[in-house]
């Protein structure tokens, strides 16, 4: 019976022993806690591998990145980042600003001369004749984009050098004619940058026309001058080659048809005492020139940009 006794304690000591020596099945699976390290070493347990290592912390970091742009079809490249409140100002309106050129014309004039006597306003004759030449001019103007956009408006003034005859001749080296010496016009002009070095644009405006009505029937030749007041319209289109410079200054290459439109023009020549002549004449230019732009441009607007930076989360470990 004592045996028996003895054999229980001794196992009773070992179970003990074993429990004491082994921290919880719960302890095992939980964190390693300053409590549990500080009862391994009261007992002289040496600490399991898991809790050898610095324990794991996550903190998140953030960083600044510039935004990304993607783009189908393009190279992907980060965005520019801007602080807030910064003035950014995009490229300026090609073709805006002011403006010289200088051109050759070809002229094409119809005239229409109605012959009427004076004492009772009879039509006598009527001739229709017509003729070209070839002038020179120069013009000058301002156009700006008030919509911060492709459109610009403006104006310009031009000058056109033509001393272009327009006569109908009689036998024996009589004629009777006219002369358009000089045109000017000022002009009101709407135009579109449809690329970046391509304009296309119109005009419209009064135009000044110097006509010199002569003729030679018997004797020497006779003229009458004046200046006839008509309108002006054109069409034209100027193209800037990416290179071209002058003096620093942008040049450009442009081609323009203007028609004039003149109201009917009465001359009282001398040479003719007894007749008046009623003239009609329309005028067709076509240009080509060279265009300087003397500015840098016509600033668009400033653009504010208030663009926040780009916070991303960057997981690390200590």
Same mark, same amino acid.
């Given at each position: ?65 510039? !935004?990304? *742009?993607?783009? #189908? @079809? ?13 003035? $950014? =100002? ?97 002009? !009101?002009? *709407?135009?579109? #940058? @449809? ?13 000044? $026309? =110097? ?102 989360? #960057?997981?690390?470990?200590?």
């Amino acid at each position: 019976m004592q045996f028996v006794v003895v054999a229980l304690s001794v196992a009773l000591v070992g179970l003990a022993t074993r429990a004491r020596a082994a921290p919880p099945a719960r302890a095992e699976a939980a964190s390693c806690s300053a409590a549990l390290l500080a009862d391994y070493a009261s007992r002289g347990i040496a600490q399991p591998e898991r809790c050898s290592r610095k324990p794991r912390t996550t903190n998140i970091r953030t960083q600044q990145e510039p !935004a990304k *742009l993607y783009s #189908v @079809g393009r190279r992907i490249e980060p965005a520019k980042l801007y602080s807030v409140g910064t003035l $950014v =100002r995009p490229p300026t309106a090609s073709f805006a600003g002011w403006f010289i050129s200088g051109n050759v014309s070809g002229n094409f004039s119809a005239l229409d001369q109605t012959e009427i006597f004076k004492m009772t306003n009879v039509v006598t004759n009527r001739f229709s004749d017509s003729s070209q030449t070839v002038g020179f001019g120069f013009n000058a103007g301002y156009l700006f984009a008030p919509w911060n956009n492709g459109i610009l408006v403006g104006a310009s003034a031009s000058v056109d050098v033509l001393n272009q005859d327009t006569s109908h001749t009689f036998p024996g080296g009589f004629f009777l004619g006219q002369t358009a010496g000089v045109i000017g016009s000022v002009n !009101a002009q *709407l135009g579109f #940058v @449809g690329t970046p070095h391509f304009l296309i644009y119109g005009e419209a405006g009064p135009a000044f $026309v =110097r006509l010199d009505q002569k003729l030679n029937f018997s004797g020497p030749v006779t003229s009458v001058d004046t200046w006839a007041t008509g309108v002006n319209v054109g069409i034209g289109a100027a193209y800037e080659p990416p290179d071209w410079q002058f003096a620093g200054h942008r040049l450009a290459i442009f081609s323009q048809v203007n028609r004039i439109f003149l109201p009917s023009v009465t001359f009282d020549n001398p040479g003719s005492p007894g007749f008046i002549y009623r003239n009609q004449n329309d005028i067709v230019q076509l240009k080509f020139g060279l265009r300087l732009e003397l500015g840098d441009g016509e600033p668009r607007a400033p653009i504010i940009h208030d663009v926040p930076p780009v916070v991303r989360p #960057v997981f690390g470990f200590h």
